[in-house]
T-cell receptor
Framework: DAGVIQSPRHEVTEMGQEVTLRCKPI?????LFWYRQTMMRGLELLIY????????DSGMPEDRFSAKMPNASFSTLKIQPSEPRDSAVYFC???????????????FGDGTRLSIL | QKEVEQNSGPLSVPEGAIASLNCTYS??????FFWYRQYSGKSPELIMS????GDKEDGRFTAQLNKASQYVSLLIRDSQPSDSATYLC???????????FGTGTLLAVQP
């Protein structure tokens, strides 16, 4: 079975450019999560969706970050404009959750390693 | 107090020994607990979940939960060099029950 698919795997861009990260969750999963991981701050939840609806975006750092989930099989995380401090590994994860409040094991994609110069 | 706390390590154990990884959490209402393993440069991989007090065994791994003490641990028996990784404890918390990860414990198994 295909796992969570993220693209691109690596992204290097200059400060000020728009960055779009993409995620395809595991088929049948109805919860999707975007995380950011850095050495300093560890793994941080940015936003999560349940049945395509954003449930908690309290981890989104600022207005430069936005996330969408237009359908059950696709999500994007966009940074505009990007800054060097946004450099990190961004993970997408998915799970099957009967409700947004229930917690089921999450399955992670391989991540996008983002470098902003 | 951080919501989920782990000793960052590194925890160094000889091959064949038992590795003991610990995690404390602050939300008394948490009902589910997860251990993830993350190899360097890779994504987190779920290895254990536990929902009730006591022990849960899966092969060489045992998860232990004590809700009264707000403590969850992971034991790895007969540790192998391939177990060398960062182990992340994850506990739901907050108003939306989102999963909160600890900073992880780096385990090094010495051959």
């Amino acid at each position: 079975d295909a796992g969570v698919i993220q693209s691109p795997r690596h992204e290097v861009t200059e400060m000020g450019q728009e960055v779009t990260l993409r995620c395809k969750p595991i088929s049948g999963h109805n919860s999707l999560f975007w995380y950011r991981q850095t050495m300093m701050r560890g793994l941080e939840l940015l936003i999560y969706f349940n049945n395509n609806v954003p449930i908690d975006d309290s981890g989104m750092p600022e207005d430069r970050f936005s996330a969408k989930m237009p359908n059950a099989s696709f999500s994007t995380l966009k940074i505009q404009p990007s800054e060097p401090r946004d450099s990190a590994v961004y993970f997408c994860a998915s799970s099957f959750a009967p409700s947004f409040y229930s917690n089921q094991p999450q399955h992670f994609g391989d991540g996008t390693r983002l470098s902003i110069l | 107090q951080k919501e989920v706390e782990q000793n960052s390590g590194p925890l160094s154990v000889p091959e064949g020994a038992i590795a003991s990884l610990n995690c404390t959490y602050s939300d008394r209402g948490s009902q589910s607990f997860f251990w993830y393993r993350q190899y360097s440069g890779k994504s987190p991989e779920l290895i254990m979940s536990i929902y009730s007090n006591g022990d849960k065994e899966d092969g060489r791994f045992t998860a232990q939960l004590n809700k009264a003490s707000q403590y969850v641990s992971l034991l790895i028996r007969d540790s192998q060099p391939s177990d060398s990784a960062t182990y992340l404890c994850a506990v739901p918390g907050g108003a939306t029950n989102k999963l909160i990860f600890g900073t992880g414990t780096l385990l090094a198994v010495q051959p």
